[in-house]
């Protein structure tokens, strides 16, 4: 059975209370999540194609764009050699030399739990300075950008970074001053997003180096847009945002600790789980599935059903409901139901 969790639609009692996924880390220093790229639950190493909805590709990091089919995403894309210490990356390949007007945008983001970013203290006096560092490999050179968001998208910070020899990876390190404006949650919901531009027009871009409040920035005003060129090549790994103004060496967790991290947002199952029942009219037979760690809120669940006939009876209206597998068989029936492969259960932030 393949069992995915997504979006927002499960109730289970021991899930009312939510925790901070930060709790199942040793100090937790590095607040992305999955930033050397390990876990990819949903693509197992697969090409995904860009579309214009935010579509996960490793875990935590979703890739959009206005403009569909523009650049693919992938781990590992290219099969280069990552830098010293890491043994996977995100890559993106442009499509076509798209030209991106004002009204475009093209980007990478990893949205941040509150919980997780609420010692930020932004919004407040007291807003600390943050520091983002990462790996980068890109076959043009240039200036690049990114930005930092809060959960409306309505307050933002463009950043540049300049890539000065192509194909070749090289660690960059940007510090942000903490923003003392703005409505920054510190809940269950999203308290910070990170970005990464792949080109964007002028309604998406903003003049890096300082906060404003503007809606949706992604990048920084005359940044290279990756997707101008066709083929084009942007890789990246190590990703780390920390409070206060120096980087520090990438915090790495163990791989069972970053798992759990994930899977607080999404997770999924590829074993097959097979319901036998009997019944005199009316739903029968319940699957009921734990989640692997306590997720961020009530997730939804995708999953597929198959039915076969008995020898008494039959079954009708095999579907999903929560985490209930229900059936309306014919009088005096018995059914047996299997949840196929490709099942999904996510939530994601």
């Not at 920054?184 to 906060?211: C, E, K």
Request: charged letters at 10%.
């Amino acid at each position: 059975m393949s069992i995915a969790i997504s979006g927002s639609t499960i109730t289970f009692a021991d899930l009312t209370t939510q925790t901070t996924a930060a709790g199942s880390g040793a100090g937790f220093k590095n607040r992305i999540i999955n930033g050397d790229m390990r876990i990819d639950q949903r693509n197992a190493g697969a090409s995904i194609t860009q579309t214009t909805a935010n579509d996960f590709v490793v875990d935590r990091w979703n890739v959009t764009g206005s403009v569909a089919s523009k650049f693919t995403a992938q781990r590992n894309a290219g099969s280069v050699t990552p830098p010293s210490g890491y043994t996977n990356y995100l890559g993106i390949t442009s499509l076509s030399s798209f030209s991106v007007s004002a009204g475009d945008y093209f980007r990478i983001m990893q949205p941040i739990e509150g919980f997780n970013v609420s010692d930020f203290s932004f919004g407040t006096a007291s807003a600390l300075p943050i520091t983002l560092s990462f790996w980068v490999r890109a076959s043009i050179t240039g200036t690049y950008g990114g930005a930092i968001s809060n959960a409306s998208q309505a307050r933002g910070y463009a950043f540049t970074y300049s890539v000065s020899s192509s194909n070749t990876w090289e660690q960059k390190t940007i510090t942000i001053p903490g923003d003392t404006s703005g409505t920054w949650l510190t809940d269950n919901g999203v308290g910070i997003y990170l970005i990464i531009g792949l080109g964007a027009g002028s309604t998406f871009s903003a003049a890096s180096g300082s906060w404003i409040t503007q809606n949706y920035i992604n990048t920084a005003t005359g940044a290279t847009s990756v997707v101008g060129a066709n083929g084009a090549t942007f890789y990246i790994t190590g990703v780390q945002l920390e409070a206060g103004s120096t980087a520090t060496d990438f915090e790495r967790g163990p791989i069972g600790t970053e798992l759990a991290l994930c899977q607080r947002y999404f997770w999924k199952t590829l074993q097959p789980v097979q319901l036998d029942g009997y019944n005199v009219g009316g739903p029968i037979a319940y699957q009921y599935i734990c989640n692997p760690t306590t997720m961020r809120a009530t997730p939804t669940v995708s999953s597929n059903f198959s039915g076969q006939l008995s020898a008494t009876g039959g079954v009708t209206n095999i579907s999903v409901h929560g985490f209930q597998a229900v059936t309306t068989p014919t009088a005096g029936g018995v059914f047996r139901a299997t949840y196929n492969t490709g099942n999904t259960i996510s939530i994601e932030l």
